[in-house]
């Protein structure tokens, strides 16, 4: 007969990484989803996913890149469409519902909407990675399980094809929009 | 930060959130979580992943965070893996030093508002008077309580779900993999679980009429292994035989497999 048991000294461990690091877990979910409920599953599963996996988790700092790598995982099944809603988190359902609010659109960041938007998944992940979760390549790296070298040149990439459907270059501001389409 | 970076930081959909506070619904989140078996633990009858995971490397989140799956929600899935294992292993175990508070009674049994019952274990002792507690709650229970040593034999009633005598799932196709991994079939699991080390909550919309709760309780026989507390449903018109005790296996081999050894 086997038992599922909690090894000692677990779910201290557990606990004191999810209050370390449930708010920047919540800020990735809420960068790349539409809806609270969404937020709630990933943040569930994500930190499930650390609980059963604990010795998986490294120590430090390493450890919030890995539940961002968790995270990203939950997110694209979720995309896929092969996750069900969560059982768990409902009360943090309800709390983050109460919370959300309709932001309402700024015409000086339409544009930086719209063009982010235009972006494939994968350049708007390593640029959000590098603006919003505000990594460094090789964190990025670490993330998305590749090569810093990888990284390096995806986000050069990204930067280069936003900047060009933003009318404006990786460094300096430009006049016109057709400049960068000159080049 | 470059410029570009600069200005999406401008249209970070996170930026207008305040400082996620860690509220009670945060906190319940965490103890849910802890609630739920964890770590490795699979029966042998549970098909695994495991021979597909590295087990005493740090491989990248990238490949270990969410394996790639087949089925059911990677959600789903690893919570029926835990009630199925909870299932079979009879033990929702909880690690907590068992401190006798000798002024107060063995368990306090508390009734929610939203009917679910919390009992709280402080001794094992008196099953029979837990059992009258928990019937003045209008739950039919039976409740044993072993020595670490021992547990009852199997065979004690007909199971109303899957979780007192599970079928191998070995050679089971798709669908019946499907229907075996069907909520239905581990009610058992949801009409009892433990909400945190020394608690459990019973939820009586999952017993149906006429079903019993079975409750079996052992301490752990290892310094840090608690206890393990098995919860099934016997059916509807199938009596509950007095436990017969066999020994139990020694904790020790599953306290080191968890702590990674």
Known sequence: MQDPRVPFGARDRFEALYRACYPAVQRYALRRTDSVDDVADVIAETFLAAWRRLDDVPEGDAALLWLYGAAR???ANHRRGESRRSALAARLRGELAVRQ????????????HAAFAALDPADREVLALASWEGLTGPQIATVLGCSSTAVRIRLHKARKRLARLLGTTDEAPVMTPLRGEAR | MNKIDRMLATIDPAADHDEPALSQGVEELLEEIVATPPVRRRASWLPGRRAAEPEHVHPSPATT??????GPSPLRRRLLAGVAVAGIAAAALVAVPLVSVSQS????VVKKPDGTVQVTVREFRDSEGLEAKLKAEGILADVTFTDADEHCARGRFAGADLAYDPPSTKNMTDQERKE???PENWRSADAARPINRNTFVISPSYIRKGETLVLEFRPGNHPEMAWWLGT???KAGSPVAPCTLVDAESDEAMVKEMAGN
Not at chain 1, 106 to 112: C, L, S, V
Not at chain 2, 65 to 70: D, K, L
Not at chain 2, 105 to 108: I, L, M
């Open chain 2, 232 to 234: 099934y449903l016997a």
């Open chain 2, 180 to 182: 075996f991994d069907a």
């Open chain 1, 101 to 112: 609010e309709t932001t309402l659109a700024d015409p000086r960041t339409e544009a930086i």
């Open chain 1, 73 to 75: 995982r939950v997110l």
């Open chain 2, 105 to 108: 009674a063995a368990y306090a």
């Open chain 2, 65 to 70: 965070a969410a394996a790639p799956r087949h």
